[in-house]
T-cell receptor, first 114, second 116 residues
């Protein structure tokens, strides 16, 4: 089945710097890749997603890139702010089974220092 | 996006008892899922709640331990049976939107379960 690896597990940046989180997946049939942000004690919130028919997607300070050949995708946050501090999870749809299931990476704790 | 609620928001239970968690959505959705998130960990899919048929369980999860109901397109329950301290986790339901597999998923607020 699908397996998703996420790196790094922790990331500390200065306010205003960029942050990059990377994920790799194993199932070449996976076709949907969302990113979730989870603040302490809160539910995971979808912040951006990308489908396999595009290579990049941007939403203000957040962007996601996808390399289908290498089977990896990345989250880029520019001009980081203290409120970006949270745990970020990548996920991949289990495309080969076509069930809509998401398999999650292990998570990255991002700390933005003011 | 759909508005999702869960009950209870938290509970403290004794070993050997069972707890049923409810998930309610404000609109009809095709797909509903149940996840477990252990402290400081990622989200692990327990099962897909299928409307009108038995749930589809992931490896390591069984129906006797985590029975699931899905009586209609807006409601599902997850029961954690014969609980042990290892079941202490946050349990989250999610709903799939977009009308097709691989559609966007949104999460409920979660149920924080502590087993003594």
């Amino acid at each position: 089945g699908e397996n998703v690896e996420q790196h790094p597990s922790t990331l500390s940046v200065q306010e205003g710097d960029s942050a990059v989180i990377k994920c790799t997946y194993s199932d070449s049939a996976s076709n949907y890749f969302p990113w979730y942000k989870q603040e302490l004690g809160k539910r995971p919130q979808l912040i951006i997603d990308i489908r396999s028919n595009v290579g990049e997607k941007k939403d203000q300070r957040i962007a996601v890139t996808l390399n289908k050949t290498a089977k990896h995708f990345s989250l880029h946050i520019t001009e980081t702010q203290p409120e970006d501090s949270a745990v970020y999870f990548c996920a991949a749809s289990s495309g080969s089974s076509n069930t809509g299931k998401l398999i999650f990476g292990q998570g990255t704790t991002l700390q933005v220092k003011p | 996006s759909a508005v999702i609620s869960q009950k209870p928001s938290r509970d403290i239970c004794q070993r050997g008892t069972s707890l049923t968690i409810q998930c309610q959505v404000d609109s009809q959705v095709t797909m509903m899922f149940w996840y477990r998130q252990q402290p400081g960990q990622s989200l692990t899919l327990i099962a897909t709640a299928n409307q009108g048929s038995e749930a589809t369980y992931e490896s390591g999860f069984v129906i006797d331990k985590f029975p699931i109901s899905r009586p209609n397109l807006t409601f599902s329950t997850l029961t954690v049976s014969n609980m042990s301290p290892e079941d202490s986790s946050i349990y989250l339901c999610s709903v799939g939107t977009g009308g097709s597999p691989g559609g966007t998923q949104y999460f409920g607020p979660g149920t924080r379960l502590t087993v003594l």
